[in-house]
């Protein structure tokens, strides 16, 4: 009689051990945190005194590619503000330069060659929020 009762007592346990781990958290809904979203890369053509699109907007952690499609290798893709500039890598069609954007704002660029004399400029706008330049012509 006390093995039977021994027996129900240990079955009893399992039991109640296997009903708290079945019910662990993850993988429902509101039960753990979720993955962050995929970066995404945003291809803008580099070709005689033009950016193509003159404007694109991304998300932070985006990374936007120029990509030269042009036989002129001056161009350069240079923030006004400074925080990224390509210099002149540029030196044959399909050479790229690309810049991870982790800080929502507005970022103007030119080109140091031809920014000037033919309004090769262009704006990244990051995050959703992130409004466009007041003078694209910057």
Aim: aromatic residues 8%; neutral net charge; contains cysteine.
């Amino acid at each position: 009689m006390k093995r039977i009762r021994l027996l129900c007592l240990l079955v009893s346990a399992l039991t109640g051990v296997l009903i708290v781990l079945s019910c662990g958290g993850g993988g429902g809904y509101g039960g753990g945190p979720t993955a962050p979203p995929m970066a995404n890369t945003v291809v803008v053509t580099v070709t005689d005194n033009v950016y193509t699109p003159k404007q694109v907007t991304v998300q932070p952690g985006d990374t936007v590619r120029w990509v030269l499609n042009s036989t002129t290798y001056t161009h350069t893709v240079t923030a006004k503000d400074g925080s990224f500039d390509s210099g002149f890598v540029f030196t044959s069609p399909g050479a790229i330069f690309e810049h991870r954007f982790d800080t929502k704002g507005t970022f103007e660029y030119a080109c140091r060659t031809h920014g000037d004399c033919c309004g090769m400029r262009g704006s990244i706008l990051v995050g959703k929020d992130a409004l466009p330049p007041p003078d694209p012509g910057y």
